[in-house]
């Protein structure tokens, strides 16, 4: 059984955790005059989890349904790998708030030969509503990172959100550029740590997988939009910090 440990584990020690860095050359804010920016006391302080990822040899089957451990989704020449990401956002001031965030991983393999290895199910992929406190999440045959009862699945984590949770929408299935966006609801600016998992599938030959990761985000300043980043303007660069998130022993 793989342990996934929590959140906490997750965003400890983190790979960075900075003020976002503002980039001042724009406003969003259509027919908004450009003001002072935000004060650098009171620029929200963003964290961003080491990257961790374990070889999923033996898929669990479904519960009860008397599955093999096995998926015909993947062939012989390739391997599974379950990631593990997380950041968090802290805001500093009432005055300055995160109202969009847009948390980026690119995943890279150890030989250019290979192909690219890729996501083929993200977590969370989609959030628009209140979510329950608590929630038990189990990868299932067809590599899906579902939620379950708690006490089913043999690979999982218990993930923790708050009551009220801001949108979230994820993207980049079937590719090695993945996102997830936090978007405000009514009354909410985006705060707070967030768990984020991925099904990885890449060559078998693949011995190491590197993951480069940045966060974007708007920043809303007596009524501006301010964009800001932290980690690398583009993770896709080859220029982004790297970190190695698994390595065969």
């Not at 990401?85 to 847009?102: E, G, H, N, T, Y």
């Not at 993207?171 to 550029?177: E, I, Q």
């Not at 011995?207 to 800001?228: F, K, M, N, T």
């Amino acid at each position: 059984m793989i342990s996934l440990g929590t959140l906490a584990d997750a965003l400890a020690p983190p790979l960075i955790e900075e003020p976002l860095k503002l980039d001042k050359t724009e406003v969003v804010e259509r027919g908004a005059e450009q003001g002072p920016p935000p004060e650098p006391a009171e620029i929200p302080i963003v964290s961003i989890g080491r990257p961790r990822a374990w070889l999923t040899d033996n898929i669990p089957p479904s519960p009860g349904d008397g599955w093999a451990a096995t998926s015909p989704a993947i062939h012989e020449d390739e391997r599974v790998l379950l990631l593990r990401m997380a950041c968090s956002f802290r805001p500093r001031s009432d005055r300055v708030k995160i109202v969009w965030a847009r948390f980026t991983a690119r995943l890279i393999g150890d030989n250019e030969r290979l192909r690219a290895p890729i996501a083929v199910n993200l977590y969370p992929d989609s959030v628009e509503v209140e979510r329950k406190v608590t929630r038990r999440v189990a990868l299932s045959p067809s590599l899906t990172l579902m939620e379950v009862e708690v006490g089913l699945g043999e690979i999982g984590a218990t993930v923790e959100y708050p009551a009220v949770e801001p949108i979230i929408s994820a993207a980049g299935n079937d590719t090695d550029v993945l996102s997830w966006d936090f978007s405000e609801s009514p009354g909410h600016a985006v705060r707070g740590a967030k768990l984020l998992m991925a099904v990885v599938v890449a060559p078998a030959e693949m011995r190491r997988l590197e993951v480069a990761c940045g966060i974007q985000a708007d920043l809303r300043y007596r009524g501006l939009r301010w964009p800001s980043w932290l980690g690398g303007a583009d993770p896709r660069y080859e220029a982004a910090h790297r970190v190695v998130a698994w390595q065969q022993a």
